[in-house]
């Protein structure tokens, strides 16, 4: 079962899992803007939908292992892990 | 409708807390070209747009303001954690502190509290973008 202390586990793979979780958003953020305007180029939506692929991976094992990234996220049927800490502006999230 | 992620967009980790450095930061929370204004002026001008590609980057830009919101908060908070109020006194957060203490409350570095006055809204979509790039440089 989930433990809010995973959310910093001390194997830092939370840690380096949210970085690579901004780093691929991101990336997808700038895509998003892009074919907002240019909605016709395919190699555009072609690299968002291969963003899309590791970010569904990488937050499915963010969520397992670390806690819920949206209201939808939480995966424990024990315990309410949404509300447990760090939030995001505090230093130890981060 | 919104869903909130619980994640900065950028990460913010500040060591050393400094309240003058934070009056001055402030004014991108709740000043004039702040991310507050910038949210509002793009999420509110999107109604009125006649086409579906603008209609789409206002959403999307006007929502990467809230996370830009968020990311301004956390530095100002970080940046007034466990200061006592010699720490504040003397400084320009002094008189901000009065009223607020260390809670966060959009302002302009001048004290001013946040206003839609800095915002135009017309139902135009000239007006209105040549509003976003008279306040933001660029839409984007």
């Known amino acids: ?94 | 409708m919104w869903t909130y992620d619980k994640k900065l967009q950028y990460p913010v980790k500040i060591k050393n807390p400094n309240p003058k450095l934070a009056q001055i930061i402030i004014s991108q929370l709740g000043g004039p070209d702040g991310e507050l204004a910038a949210s509002m002026r793009y999420l509110n001008q999107r109604y009125a747009m006649p086409y579906g590609k603008v209609t789409g980057i206002l959403t999307d830009v006007g929502t990467e303001e809230l996370a830009h919101l968020e990311m301004v908060a956390a530095i100002l908070y970080q940046l007034t954690r466990n200061l006592s109020q010699e720490e504040i006194a003397g400084t320009p957060f002094a008189t901000y502190f009065v009223d607020h203490t260390t809670g966060l409350y959009p302002v302009a570095a001048s004290g001013v509290p946040f206003d839609m006055k800095y915002v135009g809204i017309k139902g135009d979509v000239i007006a209105d973008l040549n509003e976003d790039l008279a306040a933001d440089g660029a839409i984007t």
């Open chain 1, 1 to 94: 079962m989930l433990r809010p202390s995973n959310y910093n586990c001390n194997r830092g793979n939370c840690r380096n899992d949210m970085k690579m979780l901004r780093a691929l958003d991101f990336a997808i953020q700038e895509t998003v803007l892009y074919l907002d305007a240019y909605p016709e180029n395919r190699q555009a939506l072609q690299y968002y939908h291969q963003l899309m692929e590791k970010r569904r991976e990488l937050a499915e094992a963010y969520e397992r292992g670390c806690g819920p990234l949206t209201m939808y996220g939480n995966q424990s049927h024990t315990s309410w892990d949404w509300v447990e800490g760090p939030w995001p502006w505090e230093a130890d999230a981060n």
